[in-house]
């Protein structure tokens, strides 16, 4: 059992940065492909970012593709989201996610999730 807990977020103005990180219990960390979802009011969690085991791989959505940078630090169980140049159309709650799956963008492919950080971006 992978236990995952995000921290980071808060509120921001737009053009602001803010940096997630996620840390993982497990020992085994560097097994899993790590993802970043989000998931704003009254609409379905969607994809924002992932890093394949050794880091050097990553895939990004359009939408952040850009602006966000996603990286891991195996030694410490952690991953990283980046944000810079935030938009309002960034609000939402994020959530990290670890997947035996080499690098998917599925929610349904990964294996453990954390419990969520608000971001909220001011216009």
């Known amino acids: 059992q992978v236990q995952l807990v995000e921290s980071g977020g808060g509120m921001v103005q737009a053009g602001g940065s803010l940096r997630l990180s996620c840390a993982a219990s497990?020992?085994?960390?560097?097994?899993?492909?790590m993802g970043w979802f989000r998931q704003a009011p009254g609409k379905e969690r969607e994809f924002v970012a992932a890093i394949n085991r050794s880091g050097g791989t990553t895939n990004y959505a359009d939408s952040v593709k850009g602006r966000f940078t996603i990286s891991r630090d195996n030694a410490k169980n952690t991953v990283y989201l980046q944000m810079n140049s935030l938009k309002p159309e960034d609000t939402a709650v994020y959530y990290c996610a670890a997947s035996s799956w080499i690098l998917p963008t599925t929610p349904v492919r990964y294996n453990y999730w954390g419990q969520g950080t608000q971001v909220t971006v001011s216009s």
């Open positions: 497990e020992r085994t960390f560097s097994n899993y492909a």
